[in-house]
C-alpha cells in the first residue's frame, strides 16, 4: 500500500498528470491566454477530462474544473478518486473558490487534488484542505434524502 500516491497507483497517477496537462489543449481562453486543463479520475476507473472556456462576456467563463465535472455528472459519474488541474504556470494553480464550492457537492472531503505545474511538478492537497469548514449537501438534507444519491442503509 505504500507505493500508493495518495490513493492513486503509479500508473493511475502518471494517467492523471498526462490527462489533466492534455485538457489545456482544448482550452478556449482567447481572453486570458490562460490555459487550465482538468482531469477526474471517476470511482468506476473512467476518465472525464475538462478546461477552461472563456467567454466575450467574462464572467459567462466556466473553469476546467467546473467543465470536467458538468460533463461527468451528466455522464452518471459522481463519485471521483482524484482530480486533476494543470496549468502553464509555476508553482501551480489552484482551484478557484467557486471551483471549490462545486467540487465539494461531488466529491469528499478526502478527495485529493493534484495541481501541476508547467513541467509537471504538482502540490496535492485534500478537498478538506483547499475548503476548511465547508458548506455541503449533508447540511441540508440526511444523504439519503438527497436526490440522485443512494445513501448508504
Ligand atoms: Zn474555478
Not at 17 to 39: E, M, Q, T
Not at 40 to 45: K, P, Q, S, V, Y
Not at 117 to 125: L, Q, T
Request: net charge neutral; with cysteine; glycine share 8%.
Amino acid at each position: 500500500m505504500s507505493d500508493l500516491i495518495h490513493g492513486l497507483t503509479a500508473v493511475e497517477a502518471s494517467e492523471l498528470r498526462r490527462r489533466s496537462a492534455a485538457a489545456k489543449d482544448v482550452a478556449y481562453c482567447p481572453y486570458s491566454n490562460f490555459r487550465v486543463g482538468c482531469a477526474l479520475l471517476c470511482e468506476d476507473g473512467t476518465w472525464v477530462i475538462g478546461a477552461n472556456i472563456e467567454n466575450a462576456s467574462y464572467p459567462v467563463t466556466i473553469c476546467a474544473e467546473r467543465t470536467a465535472l458538468v460533463k461527468a455528472i451528466t455522464e452518471g459519474k459522481k463519485k471521483f478518486r482524484a482530480i486533476g488541474v494543470s496549468t502553464d504556470i509555476t508553482p501551480p494553480a489552484s482551484p478557484c473558490g467557486m471551483c471549490r464550492q462545486f467540487i465539494r457537492e461531488f466529491a469528499d472531503l478526502g478527495t485529493p487534488i493534484f495541481m501541476y505545474d508547467k513541467d509537471g511538478e504538482y502540490v496535492v492537497r485534500t478537498l478538506e484542505q483547499l475548503l476548511p469548514m465547508s458548506f455541503g449537501p449533508e447540511n441540508l438534507h440526511p444523504p439519503s434524502k438527497l436526490p440522485g444519491h443512494s445513501g448508504n442503509k
